[in-house]
């Protein structure tokens, strides 16, 4: 173990070049964004397991923070033409969400204003010509206008005045439908710090989504979110799969709600005893994503630009798009971007996930993870419809999904922790978790500002 001792916490770096090194060594320059660099050291105390595992601090979270913060809740495809509508839940909280007559989105608190009755069901979409409670028939339209009130002759207190539909705040960025049950929310844009910023060179909105599974996890949503958050457990929990070089990562923390990761493909680790060769690398590299192929590399090109080639061939084959254009990273890196509390963007080429975590509301131990594999539209006509999200119970594996292929075993070593974790949670003695200083970060940062939310 090298000693340390000589700088401050926090500013130890992994030996070997830094991920700023590898991206500036690539023939391609990469966008500004992935050049940038935003890491403070926040301290080094315990945090403790009560987060996890108290009824108390999960009630806590409902009441002051999933009520507060933006969260995406749906995809504008989901809700193309007027009258779609998609109900996003978290918890006992419920949004309904519907593409109105003049095709604005609107969100509103999934309750009728008579007496109470859900308008639409938990997790349901589909189109409707306007909004009728099924209990006694209170009507709105769908720009929540209460237009049928039978017996209204028993009703002189009740008008569209008083008993409009209220709505709660609602936007999109880059194709997602970001709702915000606190009608006193900061405006989502503000919300998002760096990210549309940071993302004006990529074009989410100008992907669609191509496999959406929803897996049930045995662990609490903060746990099942930093599972995904941090790098350092890949040498472990991925030793068997062809993740395990991969180890040059950059930990980012932008402001209150955005945190970050860009982990490099392609390269040698540092720590490795027998560095592999170009031809070594290549076929770790295409082992992942297009089965063994016949790649043969031409003399004195390295794999990771020679590979990020045939990958921006064959998905601008595809795709039918073309994508020579893109830096070897974008193309070929692990870029994560974190939006507190619970969502996940991927702008990269070949790994172009989105996820988002949410409780399970029978269970602080239970939680649910939307995954979601996003790809460039078709240049002409219209994108594929939202694909039927594929539910995965907790026993079973994401390999057996199609449009998951052969990440479906990397993310069940992800997830193949996390029960035994929470178990770990309750049966530690020591009450709290010890986080690395910088590979950490954006673990800290996540508990820190659910904390953050429950004191305010
Ligand atoms: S509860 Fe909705 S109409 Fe009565
Ligand atoms: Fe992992």
Redesign the pocket.
Known sequence: MKKQDSVKPGEARQEGPSLRDELLADPTPPPEALLTESYEFSGDNDLGYESYISPDFAAAEYEHMWSKVWQWACHVDHIPEAGDYFVYDVGDLSSLIVRTTDGSINAYYNA?M????QLKQPGSCGFSKDFR?P????TWSLEGQLVDLPGAWDFPHVSDGSHHLPEMKVDVWEGFVFINFDQEAEPLQDYLGVLPDHWKEWDLAGRYIETHVRKHLPCNWKAAAEAFIEAYHVRETHSTGNLGDEVTTQYDVFGDNVSRFIHTRGLNSPLRENPRTEDELLSHLSGRMFGKGDFNLPDGVRARDYYAQIVQEQMGEKYGQDFTELSESVTLDSIEYFLFPNAFFFPGLSLPMVYRFRPDPESIDHSYFDLLFMRPRPPEGTSPEPPEVIELGIDDSYSSVDGVGALGRIYDQDTANLAAQTRGFKSSHKRGQTLGNYQEIRVRHLQERVREYLQT
């Not at 008579?114 to 009755?117: E, S």
């Not at 209990?135 to 209170?138: C, D, K, S, T």
């Open positions: 009728c008579h007496r109470g009755t409670c209990f006694h028939g209170w």
